[in-house]
Structure formats: C-alpha cells, structure tokens
T-cell receptor, first 119, second 110 residues
Framework: DTGVSQDPRHKITKRGQNVTFRCDPI?????LYWYRQTLGQGPEFLTY????????KSRLLSDRFSAERPKGSFSTLEIQRTEQGDSAMYLC?????????????????FGPGTRLTVL | LAKTTQPISMDSYEGQEVNITCSHN???????ITWYQQFPSQGPRFIIQ???TKVTNEVASLFIPADRKSSTLSLPRVSLSDTAVYYC???????????FGPGTRLSVLP
C-alpha cells in the first residue's frame, strides 16, 4: 500500500448533476478526512470518520454534500445538484488515531485529490 | 480557535536556511503546532509538529518560544524542490478546528 488513492482524478460535470468521489485510505488507518481546496486557499475541512462513524461535519457544509464510510475502509463523497461554486479540488486524507499502535500525533496522509469542474 | 498569521510569500536561494514564522497569539494550553507542505497539484504533506521548545526531524526544525505565541519553521539548506506552500496550524490536529490558512508560498531561486 503506497498511500491514499482517490478516484477519479478529474471530473467535469454540468450544473445540477450529481457526482460521487471515492477515497481509499492507507490500510489500517482508522481515521479518514475530506477537504475541499480552491485556488490560492488552504484546504477547508468538510468531514471526518473514525472507522465507519462520521464524527464531525463542517458547520458550513451544505446538505447537498454527503459522505459515507460503510465498512470503515474506503469512503465516498457525493455532491447532489452540483453548482458552479462546487468547482474545487477535493482532498481525502487518512491517519491513525493517537494511542493506536504507539502513535502520539495525528499525522494526516493526503491523497492526490479529485479536481471537480462544474460547467 | 487559535488564529494564525504567516507571511503570504517568501523568496530564498538554493543552499540558504529559510525560517518561516507563524504568529498565534491566542494559542490554548492544549494546542499543538503543526506544519504541512504542499506542492502544486498534490495534497499537503506533514512536515513537523511540536508543543514547546524545539523539535527536529530529518526535514526541518520547529522552534517554539516559552510563551508559545509564535513558532518558526526552519528549513536548512533549501533546494529548488522545496518550492511549495507551507501551512502553520494550531489546535487539535484533526477536525473542523484544524484550519489551514492561505499558507506561505516559498519560492527557492537558483
């Protein structure tokens, strides 16, 4: 396992369509995070899971966004009724929660991202 | 939520030491200080994390004064490949309080 993978790497869609992205974390990483990043800005937190439980969602996250991690391994992020303002890079990261396997910090390992363009 | 302030951009030359300072005046007692690096079209990469004094790893050093209201990331002998955006984050190292600001865009020139 060489790292976090995301699929697709690029997605172009028309406004109003639904899109779904997939993230495969590093094996045995129990935490998984989704971020969104626009040009010139740092990543913006969307949500995170510990195992299959979604523990936190951004207060600013629209209800058009939903994420799942059904078996505590891969995760999907769905955006319904896409808008042009959803155009961004969507990043996934994973980590081992502190205390597990002797880990003290919470170093997050990021994937390459999925670039979404909404026309 | 501790707010951080860091320079928008910095220039350096190959072989020099680069110091990027981050201000976080309202850091809380339990907050960690974490730095990430991001290259274009890639996700961020963890560089270093500290709580107080000095932390060093194979990539960088992190200096934190006693009052913890600022921190300095030190990159020894930078190369062209160190050109990237560097983010300073303060707080819990996950969740919605783990906030990436716009970062510092470091350009290393030959």
């Amino acid at each position: 396992d060489t790292g976090v993978s995301q699929d697709p790497r690029h997605k172009i869609t028309k406004r109003g369509q639904n899109v779904t992205f997939r993230c495969d974390p590093i094996s045995e990483h129990n935490r998984l995070y989704w971020y969104r990043q626009t040009l010139g800005q740092g990543p913006e937190f969307l949500t995170y899971f510990q195992n299959e439980a979604q523990l936190e969602k951004s207060r600013l996250l629209s209800d058009r966004f939903s994420a799942e991690r059904p078996k505590g391994s891969f995760s999907t992020l769905e955006i319904q009724r896409t808008e042009q303002g959803d155009s961004a890079m969507y990043l996934c990261a994973s980590s081992v929660s502190p205390g597990r396997k002797g880990v003290t910090g919470n170093e997050q390992f990021f994937g390459p991202g999925t670039r979404l363009t909404v026309l | 939520l501790a707010k951080t302030t860091q320079p928008i951009s910095m220039d350096s030359y190959e072989g020099q030491e680069v110091n990027i300072t981050c201000s976080h005046n309202n850091i809380a007692t339990n907050d960690y200080i974490t730095w990430y690096q991001q290259f274009p079209s890639q996700g961020p990469r963890f560089i270093i994390q500290g709580y107080k004094t000095k932390v060093t790893n194979e990539v960088a050093s992190l200096f934190i004064p006693a009052d913890r209201k600022s921190s300095t990331l030190s990159l020894p002998r930078v190369s062209l490949s160190d050109t990237a955006v560097y983010y300073c984050l303060v707080g819990e190292d996950y969740g919605q309080n783990f906030v990436f600001g716009p970062g510092t865009r470091l350009s290393v020139l030959p």
